[in-house]
């Protein structure tokens, strides 16, 4: 899920009245589950996502990603250490990513702008960092991090980078953090920044270990799985935070994130429920 402001407006202050109503009339609408304005968070189980039995997604202007890639940033020794249940971890992860954008499960996003179907991991080489991250990995560590592999990598539009953290640190953005955190607010979320002329995308993947962030009987791969479908989908549909969301904030996967329960899919992987516009409803191929 992204994170936002909790006043995300489309037009600046005018000094002419007119002008201000006009801009008023562009406002965009609040964005649930929001700490700052280029995120959104994936919620927690349980939380309430506010939303009215049938809403659809609106195009609000924005690009969508039509050919999206993904490149994962493994942050910490274990992943690439064979010895360790990590590496098997990021083992299945990249096998889960390299035939997710194929799969029905990311058809149902192609009915919004023209999505194609494409191979998520047809894009630079994953990166596994064997440096320790810290215990606490702010937002603004994670954008370092990304700078960090686009200064020995080509930058590419098209692609998101994830950056997955091993379960000895959490994420956090402004007061709120994810798993192993003193302020749970979120499981994951994606975004947005401006880095050397570039709009660079990417999604925060903490580790799933808490039962906020967990189905029940799922192995912590698994949960992890959840998050990257649900954070790739919404970063390919909204990877701006301007183009697909309801009038009331909530991106597709918002909307379906716990509820339905999410399902384990062919392969074994963990998917979520999908919204529909053509639907009018969470579904799941």
Known sequence: MRRRSLTLALALTCGLLAVAANAAEKKLPTKPFADADHVIYFPLRGASVPKAAVQNLTNHGG?????????????????????????????????????????????????????????????????????TPPTNVTDAIVQSKVNSYLASHAFNASTIYEVVLPSSSYSSSGSSTSCGG?????????????????????????????????????????????????????????PDLNAWFDRRGNEADDKCAWSPTPFIGTGGYGYQYEWSNSAKACVKQ
Not at 81 to 103: E, K, M
């Open 63 to 131: 690009p969508v990603i039509t050919s999206a890639k993904v490149v994962f940033i493994f942050w910490g020794p274990n992943f690439s250490n064979a010895a360790s249940p990590d590496f098997a971890y990021a083992q299945t992860l990249q096998a889960f990513r390299n035939q997710f954008g194929t799969t029905p499960e990311y058809a149902t996003i192609t009915q919004y702008s023209g999505i194609l179907a494409s191979n998520l991991g047809s894009g630079t080489a994953d990166l596994f960092d064997t440096s």
């Open 182 to 238: 003193p302020s749970l607010a979120y499981c994951a979320y994606h975004g947005n920044f401006s880095s050397g002329g570039n709009d660079v995308k990417y999604s925060i993947e903490p580790y799933p270990s808490c039962s906020g962030c967990k189905v029940s009987g799922w192995t912590d791969v698994q949960n992890q799985e959840h998050f990257v479908c649900h954070e790739t989908r919404e970063a390919v549909t909204d």
